[in-house]
T-cell receptor, first 115, second 112 residues
Framework: AQKVTQAQTEISVVEKEDVTLDCVYE???????LFWYKQPPSGELVFLIR??????QNEISGRYSWNFQKSTSSFNFTITASQVVDSAVYFC????????????FGGGTRVLVKP | EPEVTQTPSHQVTQMGQEVILRCVPI?????FYWYRQILGQKVEFLVS????????KSEIFDDQFSVERPDGSNFTLKIRSTKLEDSAMYFC??????????FGPGTRLTVT
């Protein structure tokens, strides 16, 4: 069975500090997809990134970066130079196997960026 | 940019009443989902729908729940007899293949 664990429930930082969110996943499949979603106070779920299990190349996109390590089943997410608008709940999610399978979400990490 | 829409944004109902939550997925998408999020908790999968039938459902999705795609565009979730514990945010999502699932803005259901 698939499982996603986000051990950090809440992180509080001051603006311009970097924030790293941890995500550990469990799956028996060799093909799977990992995602990060952002849920701002308004409540919608905003897609941030998708990675498949064969692509361990880490990426930087603006102030966001991701560190995918299959050896430790981790898919961590970093916000560089945080801003108040980054305050939200961030969810890591896993989808196993074939196309169209469900997402299994972690418990979420609430990020509070103080001015 | 195309988006998933959901109506209503907020529904208040009394325990035991039936509710229908509506979603319009992105038009060329093939897979459709309902998820729910109890306040302050994680997002939980309810059901997936492909080729006009349920492809997978969770333990939460019991006989009180049903889904339909009545007219090729709308995708509905019906709860036959609501309970207090059904109070949650319900999200619809759609996807073309195994790319990112696009989520609607959600319907907040309050059962009193």
């Amino acid at each position: 069975a698939q499982k996603v664990t986000q051990a950090q429930t809440e992180i509080s930082v001051v603006e311009k500090e970097d924030v790293t969110l941890d995500c550990v996943y469990e799956t028996r499949d060799t093909t799977y997809y990992l995602f990060w979603y952002k849920q701002p106070p308004s409540g919608e779920l905003v897609f941030l990134i998708r990675r498949n299990s064969f692509d361990e190349q880490n990426e930087i996109s603006g102030r966001y970066s991701w560190n995918f390590q299959k050896s430790t089943s981790s898919f961590n997410f970093t916000i560089t130079a945080s801003q108040v608008v980054d305050s939200a709940v961030y969810f890591c999610a896993l989808s196993e196997g074939a196309a169209g399978n469900k997402l299994t979400f972690g418990g979420g990490t609430r990020v509070l960026v103080k001015p | 940019e195309p988006e998933v829409t959901q109506t209503p944004s907020h529904q208040v109902t009394q325990m035991g009443q039936e509710v229908i939550l509506r979603c319009v997925p992105i038009s060329n998408h093939l897979y459709f989902y309902w998820y729910r999020q109890i306040l302050g908790q994680k997002v939980e999968f309810l059901v997936s729908f492909y080729n006009n039938e349920i492809s997978e459902k969770s333990e939460i999705f019991d006989d009180q729940f049903s889904v339909e795609r009545p007219d090729g565009s709308n995708f509905t979730l019906k709860i036959r007899s609501t309970k207090l514990e059904d109070s949650a945010m319900y999200f619809c999502a759609s996807v073309v293949r195994n790319y990112e699932q696009y989520f609607g803005p959600g319907t907040r259901l309050t059962v009193t």
